[in-house]
């Protein structure tokens, strides 16, 4: 099929087999955390190893993400798509398999490319089969299943640990993974992609190697700091490599990305916007199981019913505000989404030794309604202003801004909640934040969170400026449209 012969007929069961492929993909980003005590004992290993599993999984994703996207724009998106979906559910069933810790993170890799192929091209699968008139209802419901991967990822695995064992939080991806293959095969058009196209090799190399050691930097700087001489070389390497790639793709005649698509301050301004709020929201995430462990003293299970407020707001609401997009555009909705934001991150500046439980459903809830307010139309947007023939590589570059938002949010508000707790605490015997007393990490946390309102602010008013910039260009164009009926 070509690209100039759509058929919308089956974009339901794509939508199908596309969000099952996003709902492993997402759960087993998660999913392994709650084994990782299980897995020391059982694999016989120490706490610094097993991460490994975790941190190969999302370094893998995140440097091969922009790669996968432009090959599925020069071959296919289609065959990359159901060759990673076979290759994740084979992978899984290795991965159940593993006698040793080596083998699982190997395992781990294998099954992380199978990831990347599925959620590098699966926002650009569903732009494709559906009319632009519903692309951000489409986007909106691969946003709710994104939702309900993190919600029930750690709890599915304390489940299945706690009823059968570890191997099972991967054996568990088999049966949906087969079935998906298989939707996959049966529905999804296999639209061809136009003109003979090469890929940039030099580009994927400098860039991977520019992703790579930044995501070291901040994965490493979190245990030894991020002064440490060793870390500030990881992040020259980044810029170095950065500055390569960037020239690279200049003079590229087919580059990885083009860089003219940054031309468009609109669809520079909606990545922009969503990276700041992924950094924003893993920064939570990494942040409250601490506050309501250590302060509240709740329980595991108690604390990740309370998160799960979260992602149960942005999964019910993330498909009416896509529908919402596509009636009243894009940008006034992103708009009120970090609105919203802005107003819930501030908010949290509340918190307290004395928060009770409703108080902290009720601080924490506006978060998941912003985030789903703000997501699926600023994905919309984003995939919106792409060209047909660039979808997969625009796909990827927005699997990639969510993968390092998280990762950048995760380190950077983590070590800044870590330092101003040891600044409050004030007592040279408090060797770790955790350990301080809990009004000094109370103190920190409020700040922490007017640091992350701060940034919510920027994204506020970069969003404003888009918005009116739209507008007075929409204005333009409807005066020339209105000239020459003025003129007759």
């Known amino acids: 099929m070509k690209l100039s012969e759509k058929d919308y007929s089956r974009k339901w069961y794509v939508m199908a087999g596309v969000s099952m492929g996003t709902l492993l993909a997402t759960i087993d980003g998660s999913i392994v955390n709650v084994a990782l005590p299980t ?33 599925g724009d020069m071959i296919g998106k289609k065959r990359i798509y159901t060759t990673g979906f076979a290759a994740f559910t084979i992978s899984s069933f290795l991965c159940g398999l593993a006698l040793n810790v080596h083998l699982l993170i190997l395992f781990r890799v294998i099954q992380a490319i199978g990831a990347t192929m599925i959620l590098a091209l699966g926002t650009a699968i569903v732009t494709e089969s559906f009319p ?8 909106g419901i691969i946003g709710t299943t994104v939702s309900v991967g993190i919600v029930i990822g750690p709890t599915l695995g304390g489940l299945i640990i706690d009823l059968l064992s570890w191997h099972w939080i991967f054996f568990v991806n088999m049966p949906v993974g ?49 002064s440490d001489y060793r870390i500030l070389i990881l992040l020259a390497i980044w810029l170095i490599f950065l500055g390569i790639f960037i020239r690279v793709e200049q003079r590229a005649i087919q580059p990885m990305i083009d860089l003219t698509l940054f031309r468009n301050a609109l669809f520079s301004i909606n990545l922009v916007t969503g990276f700041i709020t992924f950094i924003a929201i893993a920064g939570m995430f990494i942040l409250m199981p601490f506050f309501l462990e250590n302060i509240l003293n709740y329980d595991t299970r108690q604390v990740g019913l309370l998160i799960a407020a979260v992602p149960v707001a942005m999964g019910v609401i993330a498909p009416l505000s896509g529908s919402l997009s596509d009636r009243f555009g894009t940008r006034i909705i992103t708009f009120i989404g970090l609105c919203v934001l802005l107003f819930s991150y501030a908010s949290l500046t509340l918190l307290s030794t004395q928060t009770s439980t409703i108080s902290f459903i009720f601080l924490l809830l506006p978060i998941g309604l912003g985030m789903g307010i703000f997501q699926s139309p600023n994905n919309s947007a984003i995939m919106g202003t792409a060209p047909p023939e660039k979808l997969g590589v625009v796909s990827g570059m927005l699997a990639l801004t969510r993968t390092l938002g998280q990762s950048t ?10 330092a101003l707790t040891l600044n409050f605490a004030g ?18 946390l409020q700040n922490t969170f007017i640091f992350v309102a701060s940034i919510i602010l920027v994204a506020v008013g970069l969003a404003l400026w888009a918005l009116i910039k739209e507008r007075r260009m929409k204005a333009v164009i409807q005066n020339r449209e209105e000239a020459p009926k003025i003129a007759d």
């Open 178 to 226: 087969i079935l998906g293959i298989f939707m996959v095969m049966r529905f999804v058009p296999d639209i061809q992609p136009v003109g003979k196209q090469r890929f940039d090799f030099w580009g994927a190399i400098t860039l991977f190697l520019s992703l790579l050691a930044f995501l070291f930097a901040l994965t490493i700087g979190q245990n030894i700091g991020f």
């Open 427 to 444: 007592d040279s015997r408090v060797s770790s934040a955790t350990d301080a007393p809990a009004a000094a990490q109370v103190s920190a």
């Open 39 to 71: 897995l020391v004992r059982e694999l016989n290993t120490d706490f610094p190893t097993i991460q490994w599993v975790v941190l190969a999984y999302l370094l893998t994703l995140a440097v091969l993400l922009l790669s996968i996207g432009r090959l």
């Open 409 to 418: 949010g995760i380190a950077i508000i983590g070590a800044i909640w870590a």
């Open 132 to 139: 632009s008139k519903e692309r951000g209802k489409a986007l």
